[in-house]
């Protein structure tokens, strides 16, 4: 049996609607109701459910990367740029650590999934890759290294230290919907292109939303979109009891 955990005094973004001062009840790993503030009060829970008062944040479902190499100085070819003498085993050992770190670092920033993008490499090269990250699903709870070359976070991207060529989007989920909702469209619908949209595209069919009978993979972030909470399957991987944060919809 899972946690029971319920998140209340929220405005919840569930993939179709907004529902202003709502909770959501998450039991054994899934999203069992949402239901109004109101109804919150009238209910009682037990000495160990989890309840959460968001303070008035957004309760969302969470973000989904459907393409990524890596990020935190971990990539998802780390199997293949490194030391050419290494062992397949121990080469394959070094992919499966930095797709676990990749999943922590993801989890702290609202994702709840993402998708391990690889680039061409010889056969034997990206059999090792694919075979460092199959073997890392379900295992997940100074300079950065891109493809062998030194680079730096300068004017909001990665750039090659040695010629200034940019070599990877520094873009988290989360400040790509600040920023379609700071280019005019509704919070609601931002969320909606970093959670369901993809879900949908992916074929995540118990993501991306939240209603009843889905799995909790849920993200809260405040009005100043800083991700105070972050759930998967369940699971509360970011943020606590003191998750809170006020929220209006802009």
Same mark, same amino acid.
């Given at each position: 049996?899972?946690?029971?955990?319920?998140?209340?005094?929220?405005?919840?973004?569930?993939?179709?609607?907004?529902?202003?001062?709502?909770?959501?009840?998450?039991?054994?790993?899934?999203?069992?109701?949402?239901?109004?503030?109101?109804?919150?009060?009238?209910?009682?829970?037990?000495?160990?459910?989890? /309840? #959460?008062?968001?303070? =008035?944040?957004y309760?969302?479902? @969470?973000?989904?990367?459907?393409?990524?190499? !890596?990020?935190?100085?971990?990539g998802?070819?780390?199997?293949?740029?490194?030391?050419?003498?290494?062992?397949?085993?121990?080469?394959?050992?070094?992919?499966?650590?930095?797709?676990?770190?990749?999943?922590?670092?993801?989890?702290?920033?609202?994702?709840?999934?993402?998708?391990?993008?690889?680039?061409?490499?010889?056969?034997?090269l990206?059999?090792?890759?694919?075979?460092?990250?199959?073997?890392?699903?379900?295992?997940?709870?100074?300079?950065?290294?891109?493809?062998?070359?030194?680079?730096?976070f300068?004017?909001?991207?990665?750039?090659?230290?040695?010629?200034? /060529? #940019?070599?990877?989007? =520094?873009?988290?989920?989360?400040? @790509?919907?600040?920023?379609?909702?700071?280019? !005019?469209?509704?919070?609601?619908?931002?969320?909606?292109?970093?959670s369901?949209?993809?879900?949908?595209?992916?074929?995540?069919?118990?993501?991306?939303?939240?209603?009843?009978?889905?799995?909790?993979?849920?993200?809260?972030?405040?009005?100043?979109?800083?991700?105070?909470?972050?759930?998967?399957?369940?699971?509360?991987?970011?943020?606590?009891?003191?998750?809170?944060?006020?929220?209006?919809?802009?």
């Amino acid at each position: 049996m899972g946690e029971t955990v319920c998140l209340h005094n929220g405005t919840v973004l569930t993939g179709f609607t907004v529902m202003e001062n709502c909770a959501v009840l998450v039991e054994d790993g899934f999203i069992s109701d949402v239901f109004s503030q109101k109804r919150f009060k009238e209910r009682s829970f037990g000495q160990k459910e989890l /309840v #959460i008062d968001v303070g =008035g944040a957004y309760i969302a479902p @969470g973000f989904i990367d459907t393409h990524t190499h !890596g990020t935190g100085g971990y990539g998802t070819e780390d199997s293949i740029f490194c030391d050419p003498e290494l062992p397949e085993k121990e080469a394959i050992e070094l992919g499966v650590n930095s797709m676990l770190e990749l999943s922590k670092l993801f989890a702290q920033r609202g994702v709840t999934a993402f998708n391990p993008t690889l680039y061409p490499s010889p056969p034997e090269l990206m059999l090792r890759a694919v075979k460092a990250v199959s073997s890392a699903i379900g295992k997940e709870e100074g300079p950065l290294l891109a493809n062998g070359e030194e680079v730096a976070f300068q004017g909001g991207a990665f750039r090659r230290v040695q010629d200034g /060529v #940019i070599a990877g989007s =520094g873009l988290t989920m989360i400040r @790509g919907v600040k920023n379609l909702v700071d280019g !005019g469209l509704s919070l609601s619908n931002a969320v909606k292109t970093a959670s369901f949209n993809p879900a949908q595209i992916m074929g995540y069919a118990m993501q991306g939303a939240i209603i009843p009978g889905r799995l909790a993979d849920i993200t809260v972030f405040d009005k100043d979109f800083d991700v105070r909470l972050v759930m998967v399957g369940g699971k509360i991987v970011k943020g606590d009891e003191n998750a809170t944060g006020d929220s209006q919809e802009p």
